[in-house]
């Protein structure tokens, strides 16, 4: 995947369905912390290389790290949020600050997760098992058109959801008024 958007257009699709117990700023964080180590290797080799942090190993690390430390970081980004968007023009998009524990763990884990299993369909150079096995058994099974257009289709669905919520939460608020 190209750094990341496409991983949270997919993201989204699951806050849509959990969004008690997904944190989607954790979800990010953890994705663009794994990904930053292909823009290490761009930057210092020239070659986009998808390393430790690419497998089932660092990912998990990874995510671990994010749980446990990130949560108030991340409260602070969406106080942020909200600040920015807090007009009656926006506000169909201000977030719920609090970040529980079960939904930072959920996060972070369908965050690193989701990123090998769509970085393996897509990048050869991935070892998700390793040190177990070499191998990308995952490289290729679906066309890379596809595989963007799934992340495409998934953030629709998530569009599609949120705004039904929405107008179901304006319609329940005007028949108590």
């Not at 794994?34 to 995510?63: C, M, N």
């Not at 290729?140 to 998530?158: E, M, S, T």
């Amino acid at each position: 995947m190209p750094f990341t958007p496409f991983h949270l257009m997919a993201g989204t699709s699951v806050k849509s369905f959990f969004p008690k117990y997904f944190s989607f700023s954790i979800f990010t964080l953890t994705n663009v912390i794994i990904d930053s180590e292909v823009l290490f290797y761009i930057y210092t080799t020239g070659i986009p290389s998808h390393k430790f942090f690419h497998t089932f190993l660092g990912a998990s690390l990874i995510a671990i790290f994010v749980a446990l430390f990130f949560r108030s970081f991340c409260e602070i980004g969406l106080k942020f949020w909200n600040i920015i968007f807090y007009t009656k023009k926006f506000s169909l998009f201000k977030v719920e600050v609090k970040i529980t524990r079960l939904s930072a763990w959920c996060g972070a884990f369908v965050g690193a997760y989701s990123q090998l299993l769509l970085d393996s369909v897509m990048h050869k150079d991935m070892m998700p098992l390793f040190p177990i096995s070499d191998l990308n058994q995952l490289h290729g099974v679906i066309a890379i058109n596809n595989l963007h257009f799934l992340c495409i289709g998934l953030f629709y669905i998530a569009f599609v959801i949120f705004v039904l919520k929405k107008y179901i939460k304006i319609k329940k608020n005007y028949k108590k008024s």
